[in-house]
């Protein structure tokens, strides 16, 4: 199980126009942010942002 790995898992639902990206604690599994961005290269940094507070310990899934 990953909440004795990590403390965040981040998640993307991609699709052609849009990806929408989640943080969700590992252990309760409560969304600690959203963010939807346009499926372009432009939008991107949208999504890394939303993960960079998660950065020491994460998996992407």
């Known amino acids: ?3 004795g ?3 965040v898992v981040l998640g993307v639902d991609t ?3 849009t990806h929408t990206a989640a943080a969700l604690d590992a252990c309760t ?3 600690l942010a959203r963010a ?3 499926a ?3 939008s991107h940094a949208q ?3 939303l993960a960079e507070p998660h950065s ?3 998996a992407w899934r």
Do not use: E
């Open 1 to 3: 199980m990953l909440a």
């Open 5 to 7: 790995l990590v403390k």
């Open 15 to 17: 699709h052609s126009q």
């Open 29 to 31: 599994s409560r969304v």
């Open 36 to 38: 939807t961005a346009t």
């Open 40 to 42: 372009d290269p432009d």
């Open 47 to 49: 999504l890394v942002a």
């Open 56 to 58: 020491r310990l994460r």
